[in-house]
């Protein structure tokens, strides 16, 4: 490293290495010094980074003075944000908008993404959709992230999932651990375009749970879940254990609901019903939670055996929008005889995704001939159901048959 007092003998080119270098390893006094020197021998590359360095630090004051010594593309980009959040100036939207302008207009591709966001919050989502694309045309990942999401919801453009799904690629692939797990998530079911590979999946929660980011939670929890589907689960029990445990370390609350479930059945672990119970009660509010409860509460050879508990938490789980609590009432209410209830909580169940209950409802839209619906309910089953997706053929045959005797 060079001192600082022989930096007037050290290249630009290296200044700015080292005060990147200094910046990664979370330095910003150093860094400040490498960048003033840069900006101070007009390096437009210093004199950004410098107001970078301000700004982080939210001297705003500074960051501006910097960015305003030199007129580029990329200052005023900065510029412009410091307009829009009201940052070292007065908010003013119109001001910013105008910065943005220019700098995207000379060529700034973190111009576009900025100013996609301002057009956002002026609704103008055409606009907002123009300029993002822009952005992600540059291969810049946030704008591609933020593309895959207007094409997911179809703001400022047409819903189209198939382009949802390649721009989630193209960010995963750039790095994005966020999208990275999403990824694995359609390979996984194979969606929109994504072909259904159980190992692509894989790979892609592995490189996301290795990424040390918020997301690493919710890709262990889903990679553990992915490998006890597979064939070979048993033989994985182990690592899916580790995997849920390291996610419920970490707070999620899925792995800690689907870790209490496999000690509660016993699946490939020694029933436990102690670590079931002590791991369902840390998310006790939550409707999958409370449905674990229920279910331990109605075991009757266990010391948590208590069916008025069971009845309560079972409905009020129901009530909040758990699939298996509301399948498990439908259950209940068709086995006594409640036809009315049990449609209800039948069709709660299966609209909130639950497989069961939509094979349920599609054979009950069948035997009253409504083919419609029967289709609907198959349909969405046979995405996860190989069974659903036999009823949903023979259901094809027996149309056609109806259609053409």
Same mark, same amino acid.
């Given at each position: ?14 200044? %700015? ?24 021998r007009g390096s437009p590359d210093g004199v950004v980074a410098k107001g970078v360095i301000h700004y982080r630090l939210k ?11 030199? *007129? ?14 009201? +940052?070292?100036?007065? +908010?003013?939207? /119109? ?22 966001? %301002? ?19 540059? /291969?810049?990942? @946030? $704008? ?54 159980? /190992? ?12 040390? #980011?918020?997301?690493?939670?919710? $890709? ?36 800690t609901i689907n870790l209490a479930h496999i000690y509660e059945t016993a699946d490939g672990v020694p029933k436990d019903l102690d670590k079931a119970f002590e791991l369902y009660n840390r998310q006790a509010s939550h409707p999958d939670a ?15 055996? *208590? ?11 129901? @009530? ?36 069961? $209950? ?11 001939? *409504? ?11 046979? +995405?996860?159901? #190989? ?19």
């Amino acid at each position: 490293m060079a001192s600082l007092g022989s930096l007037a003998e050290v290249s630009v080119e290296d200044l %700015l290495r080292l005060g990147n270098e200094a910046k990664d390893n979370g330095d910003n006094d150093l860094a400040l010094q490498y960048y003033h020197e840069a900006s101070a021998r007009g390096s437009p590359d210093g004199v950004v980074a410098k107001g970078v360095i301000h700004y982080r630090l939210k001297q705003f004051d500074e960051a501006i003075k910097s960015w305003e010594a030199m *007129d580029t593309a990329e200052t005023k980009n900065l510029r412009g944000v410091c307009y829009f959040y009201g +940052q070292g100036y007065a +908010q003013d939207t /119109d001001k910013a908008e105008k910065l943005l302008l220019e700098a995207a207009e000379a060529g700034s591709t973190s111009a576009h993404y900025n100013i996609s966001i %301002l057009y956002n919050s002026k609704k103008d989502y055409k606009k907002e959709f123009e300029h993002c694309y822009q952005a992600a045309e540059d /291969d810049y990942t @946030n $704008a591609i992230i933020r593309l895959a999401s207007l094409y997911q919801k179809g703001r400022g453009t047409d819903k189209n999932m198939y382009l949802y799904a390649t721009c989630v690629k193209k960010a995963a692939e750039a790095g994005s651990p966020d999208m990275q797990v999403e990824l694995a998530n359609l390979y996984s079911q194979g969606l929109y375009g994504i072909p259904k590979d159980i /190992d692509q999946a894989e790979h892609w929660y592995r490189s996301a749970v290795n990424s040390g #980011t918020s997301c690493t939670s919710t $890709a262990m929890n889903n990679l553990a879940a992915l490998l006890h589907a597979s064939p070979n689960a048993s033989e994985q029990i182990s690592q899916i254990i580790s995997l849920y445990e390291k996610a419920v370390d970490l707070g999620s609350v899925e792995a800690t609901i689907n870790l209490a479930h496999i000690y509660e059945t016993a699946d490939g672990v020694p029933k436990d019903l102690d670590k079931a119970f002590e791991l369902y009660n840390r998310q006790a509010s939550h409707p999958d939670a409370m449905a674990g409860l229920a279910r331990i509460h109605s075991t009757a050879d266990s010391k948590y055996f *208590d069916s008025a508990k069971a009845e309560t938490l079972l409905q009020e789980a129901a @009530n909040k929008g758990s699939k298996n609590a509301q399948s498990t009432l439908a259950s209940q209410f068709e086995l006594g005889s409640n036809e009315g209830k049990a449609v209800e909580w039948y069709s709660a169940a299966a609209q909130a995704g639950d497989i069961q $209950a939509q094979i349920k409802m599609g054979n009950r839209a069948k035997a009253d001939k *409504d083919y419609a619906s029967a289709y609907k309910w198959y349909g969405l089953a046979a +995405q996860k159901s #190989t069974t659903a997706r036999d009823l949903l053929n023979q259901l094809s045959i027996l149309v056609e048959r109806e259609l053409f005797v």
